[in-house]
């Protein structure tokens, strides 16, 4: 089956090989991932955190393969592939020409066969192109097929923002995909996220999109020791509070959980104790988790990178007003993207996406805190 896609493509599409190619050259070795910086203290890169991960779930299970565009001989336009193709060779590291819908197709047959393919979007824009594969041939063929049939695929890589690519390279279709039942959504933030949610993937018996980021590949994060097990692995559709706080909540995934907790740090410091949800999960959403922060804070604030209308935030919303609007003590705020296809320009694209400035702002207001008057012109 996998014969027909044994075919390597030089270069990858025009933007994306120019763009990269620079940068990716610059990327450290796989082998320099971990880095002590002191006793007891070891971090690692996101991009090596996935890297990792393929490699042992590939060395652990041959039904494992990962297969998209430059995923082999390029090591990967981002490479989070790097040297698989050298240790597993041509026919579980598959070189595919650019036709989304042919490899994303070929890989949902695989997985109907028993194999658990890794699919690799270069990026979820492209990934459009293969939509009909994703929702009609894998989130509904367990349904339709009364359980008989099981979809164990994976389809990866960098989603929402970057920086400077435009409209058609910066959209977050965490939304899209978080609305179809059949699928599990998935959105790591650190290193830590990026290996147990990739191994819950691609061990999973159902089809999950997993949600990356580009600008957090190169970002490095503390692992604790269990992390770094081959057997580690966290659980699907379950969040994670990375700040505990007792005035207010606010809801991120990906790399808006950067931007949320250094907006709770600039609120510490006017005595505003802000509690940080890492949703990590978006289809199961965990609304426990959500809703027994607001019980206990009060106040919500959503911090998302997609469009506003039928967003992430908007189904967090519907969820605690249904189960704890008579808890809440404010109105809440959504922080999302511009309701505008992203700009090119650099400054217009800052302003198309939430700041930490935003979400501190969105938060004093919750609180019932003054905001300086230029804040709201």
Not at 253 to 276: R, T
Not at 310 to 321: D, K, L, Q, T
Request: glycine share 10%; with cysteine.
């Amino acid at each position: 089956m996998l014969g027909i896609v044994r075919q390597n493509v030089g270069g990858a599409r025009g933007l994306s090989s120019q763009g990269l190619g620079n940068y990716v050259m610059r990327l450290r070795p796989v082998a320099s991932a971990m880095r002590n910086y002191s006793a007891g203290t070891k971090e690692m890169t996101v991009r090596d955190a996935l890297n990792s991960t393929l490699d042992e779930e590939m060395a652990a299970d041959p039904n494992v393969y990962v297969m998209g565009e430059e995923v082999g001989e390029y090591q990967g336009a981002y490479k989070i592939t790097k040297g698989l193709l050298d240790k597993y060779g041509p026919e579980r590291v598959v070189d595919t020409p650019i036709t989304e819908a042919g490899f994303a197709g070929i890989g949902v047959g695989s997985a109907y066969h028993g194999l658990r393919p890794v699919i690799e979007f270069m990026t979820f824009n492209f990934s459009m192109q293969a939509i009909d594969h994703v929702i009609n041939s894998a989130a509904k063929s367990n349904y339709m097929s009364a359980g008989q049939i099981n979809v164990p695929i994976v389809f990866r890589g960098p989603n929402g923002p970057a920086a400077g690519v435009g409209a058609q390279h910066s959209q977050c279709y965490g939304a899209w995909y978080g609305s179809v039942p059949g699928l599990k959504v998935l959105v790591p933030y650190s290193s830590e996220d990026a290996r147990g949610l990739l191994k819950a993937a691609i061990r999973d018996p159902d089809p999950v999109v997993f949600l990356e980021n580009e600008l957090l590949y190169g970002e490095s994060f503390p692992v604790s020791a269990e992390a770094l097990d081959s057997s580690f692995c966290l659980p699907i559709g379950k969040a994670k509070i990375e700040r505990e706080g007792k005035d207010i909540t606010i809801t991120a995934f990906s790399k808006m959980v950067g931007y949320a907790l250094k907006a709770a740090e600039i609120l510490e410091k006017d005595g505003i104790n802000a509690e940080v949800i890492n949703l990590r999960s978006i289809r199961p959403l965990d609304r426990a988790t959500i809703n027994a922060s607001v019980r206990k804070t009060n106040r919500l604030v959503t911090v998302e990178e997609g469009f506003p209308q039928h967003g992430i935030g908007a189904e967090i919303c519907a969820s605690v007003v249904e189960d704890s609007f008579g808890y809440l003590d404010a109105p809440i705020e959504r922080i999302a993207g511009a309701d505008v296809p992203t700009p090119y320009a650099a400054n217009l694209e800052r302003m198309a996406f939430p700041q930490i400035e935003d979400i501190v702002r969105a938060a004093k207001r919750v609180c019932y805190r003054s905001v300086p008057l230029a804040a709201t012109a």
